[in-house]
């Protein structure tokens, strides 16, 4: 089970809150893994791609339907990828109608809440045996370079795999190729090669079919 794309938070029936993900590592993840024969479902999250072939595809829009999405699905799923951006924060409220220029409810400030934290719940009720991989995009900053903050973030999410991706100045966003590490919670990195997002899914993959158990 794959997620994909970048959720999209409504503050009124025309207008979101959105993120930059392309959604293209997750349709890679899942074109790969149905080329090897996996069963695959993919929760696509506003991606416009055509579904990959023999991929079972669930439409959500927003982190809540994301959230459903994965919670009904996961318990039977060998492998769990949340690939996609998921919203941390949406508006407290939502306009039933178009917030107008100069109307009554012109907003000063948009208050947000946060979101429920998908990963972590999937963390939570996992079956046993179940592979359960993170992404996370990071930037180096003042308090630690991109993996010092994704080893914490690994440790924090409890996932077994996290697919960290190092953002500084502007990189992968909409691009075709990508280059990540890929963190394990036995405390290895291994730095895939940048190449095309279905080699880095085959990567992505290779790490993931060594957590498995052994049937
Ligand atoms: N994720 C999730 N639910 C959320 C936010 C994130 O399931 N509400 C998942 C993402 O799909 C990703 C992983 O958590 O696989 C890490 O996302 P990231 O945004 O890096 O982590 P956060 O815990 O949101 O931390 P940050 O404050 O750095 O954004
Ligand atoms: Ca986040």
């Known amino acids: 089970m794959i997620s994909a794309g970048g959720t999209r938070e409504a503050l009124d029936p025309v207008r979101y809150l959105g993120n930059r993900s392309s959604g293209r590592q997750g349709w890679a993840l899942a074109r790969v893994a149905a080329a090897r024969g996996a069963d695959v479902v993919l929760v696509a999250a506003n991606v416009t791609d055509p579904a990959p072939f023999g991929v079972r595809t669930v439409v959500v829009e927003s982190a809540e339907e994301l959230r459903s999405a994965m919670v009904a ?14 919203a941390d924060f949406r508006p407290v409220s939502v306009a039933g109608t178009k917030l107008k220029k100069g109307g009554p409810a012109e907003p000063a400030a948009v208050e947000l809440s946060r979101t429920a934290d998908v ?7 996992r079956p046993a045996g179940q592979v359960v991989v993170g992404f996370a995009a990071e930037t180096g900053d003042a308090e630690g370079d991109v993996l010092t903050h994704a080893r914490a973030k690994l440790a924090r999410k409890g996932v077994d795999l996290l697919v960290v991706n190092d953002v500084s100045a502007g990189r992968v966003f ?28 085959a990567g992505i993959w290779d790490a993931v ?4 158990p052994v049937t």
């Open 73 to 86: 699905e996961a318990p039977g799923a060998d492998v769990v990828v949340m690939a996609a951006a998921v």
């Open 119 to 125: 990963l972590a719940e999937l963390v939570t009720a």
């Open 174 to 201: 909409g691009r075709e190729e990508n280059e990540v590490t890929v963190l394990s919670d036995d405390g290895t990195a291994t730095p895939l090669p940048a190449a095309r997002k279905d080699d880095v899914a």
């Open 209 to 212: 079919t060594r957590r498995l």
